[in-house]
């Protein structure tokens, strides 16, 4: 069923890096490129119908039920008790199952652009729960440290999941994110399954020092207290198995510089930061060529690391 | 043998609160009272010469190997490759095995009068590894979150072991501490040992947001953030069961105003964070009474959290 086109809204919502190596599940902020948008208008029948997903190569459900951006949108009339519907038109602009935060992207994307629509009846905070709900969808697992920072932008910390608390960090002018995007793909479901239910307590100490390290170097904008923090005792000695690019670019961004390097999300991506535009651009070189060297063609991403979130990029509204 | 006093130095070393809810082993900060003092001068011989120990009952060993303020010198005089030794008269005003940093106190004054007399070889910092060795033979685990806030005051992080690096954070002028005292005694080794060797990882995960938020609350002065953050999922659970008051304490200082509640160190100190004296004062008076309603007897002490550390406090150098 084409729905009628009336009033119209494109909203775009940046990719995302999640995890930041020592803050598992905590940590994302936002880059300025790749993203999704998202075009949004009212129809009469009740309920959320996905019209189109462009760029997916065709391989994202069509049913709202089963689509991020249609769960997102569809909890959001329930909460709201509207009477219309709202009907999508999903433009990927970014690669699926990069690590990059694809599919909170579009769900905070077509949040955003819904809650519009709807004469705005929440904060933009408040479209976090009905995101959540979509990543379940996606991946199994309610996680927000990708949808968070795609809705609101910056650096987010998710202190809770229960009750929901999601922070803004404040982060130095003069830091940067490089990320490296290999042609390959990780199944995030797996990349979740495969880490331990339990880790030994020395550890999670270990672990947890190196989180107070990151958020206060970040704060005060101590990058060599941020190169210090970013290890990763647990997730990633795991995961990095996934991952046969993972060591050669990791060496290949910290000779370059970088103040730290680790994984995107679940990966394939890479990121590393830098405490200069300079600095990024040089790592982005590195890893590029790394990456090469292995057979891997890929992508590369420079950005600063304070980016805004969802934003409308056209329409009529 | 009694050493000939030539050149004397008297220092005292804060007591500190350790663990501080959600940072188990990597947050401590200091107190502005109680405190030990340690009075040290110069001999001939070479060695540690524990001449007395006041205030303990006569329980703390005067054999330098197994005394914490001992070890501490002991194995600075090592390092800096002394000819001379030092003598120690120990005064503890403060109680033994009360989770305030009893045997770090005695061990940071003891090694920060050491290092006057020997004319300073260290900066205050590089105390620290001889403070860690003291730890190591006080409680059989070598740990710094109270000898660091002792010898330097303030705030500490202990972001990682290995390497040793301590990191002071600012902390808001307006917060204050409440720790109360119940006359009863923890074995600091025993309530180590009954921790699990491992632990979820979706409560570690929990965890770690908290010491994310409560970094971020401190150096922001963001009081709500930090009281969101007072939540301890790992240790406090397990540890509560040794102390017979836990509840009951933690219940009186929440009702009267403050941030949050916890053991301090392995207990059985409680302290309590708040947002101004007046409720920290406030808040000694209701664990207090809450204390002595369960036939408990103990001391309070109030301070505000920016506290100096080790300090010389009388002596002829």
Redesign the interface.
Known sequence: MKQERSRTVRVFAPATVSNVV??????GFALSEPGDEVQAWLVDEAGVFIEAVHGDGGRLPLEAEWNTAGVAVSRMLEKAGASQGIALEIHKKMPLGSGMGSSAASAAAAAFAANILLDSPFQTRELLPFCLEAERTACGAGHVDNAAPSLLGGFI?????DPL?V?S??VPPGLFCTVIHPRMEVNTGQARRM????????K?????????????GL??GDFD?IR??MEDV?VEPVRSSLLPHYHETRRAAMEAGALGCGISGSGPSMFALSSSLETALETALAMKKSSLELGLPCEEYVSALSQPGARVVGGET
């Open positions: 020592c803050g598992y599940d905590i940590f910390l998710v202190r809770s999941y608390d922070v960090l404040p880490l331990p239910s339990s880790i030994p307590l020395v999670a100490v270990r672990q947890w020092g190196n989180v107070s390290g990151f958020t206060a704060i005060q207290l210090r923090s647990i």
